[in-house]
């Protein structure tokens, strides 16, 4: 069974760094796309970066390019996401998802971790 | 700022039929990448709905149905109930911005 466990909620001041992780098991994780969403409180859903482990291919989104990080380690099946300096506008659920299909990239998303919340208060 | 336009609500009674659409143009929908939608619910993450235009994932409900012209995307559920009540997003890949994108979200309500 495919399955995506994330990191817990994190509380961070403005200014903070913060690192957050998505471990795959059930599945060959560095053969697979692993792609991460920002669900904004209220609001709806917006695509960050997309990262293929086995190379650290990684892809931003351009509203998102230059803020966050994305990075792998093979060696334990997880993905991270990391903030060098957070703002307040950061505060909403981040999600790590996977493609229903290994090999297109085009596929639907069929997998997702189970969410993070990250709170950005001063 | 999404690409892909959804209207923001749509509703109707239980066991009527609601479409909705999503809206985008030549460099994503139109370019032939393919649309699919996912029902946003409150906590987890939102499970995919329909996948590559029209097809349903195991266990998803019959009356869930999409279809793709153009530059448009529509998804309809035919029969409405009550647990249908949520927000929908279509998703699809823009060749201009090298990104996935989602379309804006429709909220359901069902009467």
């Known amino acids: 069974e495919v399955q995506l466990v994330q990191s817990g909620a994190e509380v961070k001041k403005p200014g903070e760094s913060l690192k957050i992780s998505c471990q795959g098991s059930g599945y060959s994780f560095s053969n697979s796309w692993i792609v991460w969403v920002r669900r904004l409180p209220g609001k709806g859903l917006e695509y960050m970066g997309v990262i293929y482990p086995d190379d650290s291919d990684t892809r931003y989104s351009p509203s998102f390019e230059g803020h966050v990080t994305l990075s792998v380690d093979k060696s334990i099946s997880t993905a991270y996401l990391r903030w060098g300096s957070l703002k307040a506008s950061d505060t909403a659920i981040y999600y790590c998802?996977?493609?229903?299909?290994?090999?297109?990239?085009?596929?639907?998303?069929?997998?997702w971790g189970q969410g993070t919340l990250v709170t950005v208060s001063s | 700022q999404s690409v892909l336009t959804q209207p923001p609500s749509v509703s109707g009674a239980p066991g009527q039929r609601v479409t909705i659409s999503c809206t985008g143009s030549t460099s994503n929908i139109g370019a032939g990448y393919d649309v699919h939608w996912y029902q946003q619910l409150p906590e987890a993450g939102p499970p995919l709905l329909i996948a590559?235009?029209?097809n349903r994932p195991s266990g998803v409900p019959d009356r869930f149905s999409g279809s793709k012209s153009d530059t448009t995307a529509s998804l309809t559920i035919t029969g409405l109930q009550a647990e249908d009540e949520a927000v929908y997003f279509c998703q699809s890949y823009d060749s201009s911005l090298s990104s996935y994108v989602f379309g804006t979200g429709t909220e359901v309500t069902v009467l």
């Open positions: 998802a996977r493609h229903s299909s290994t090999y297109d990239f085009y596929s639907g998303f069929s997998y």
């Open positions: 590559d235009n029209n």
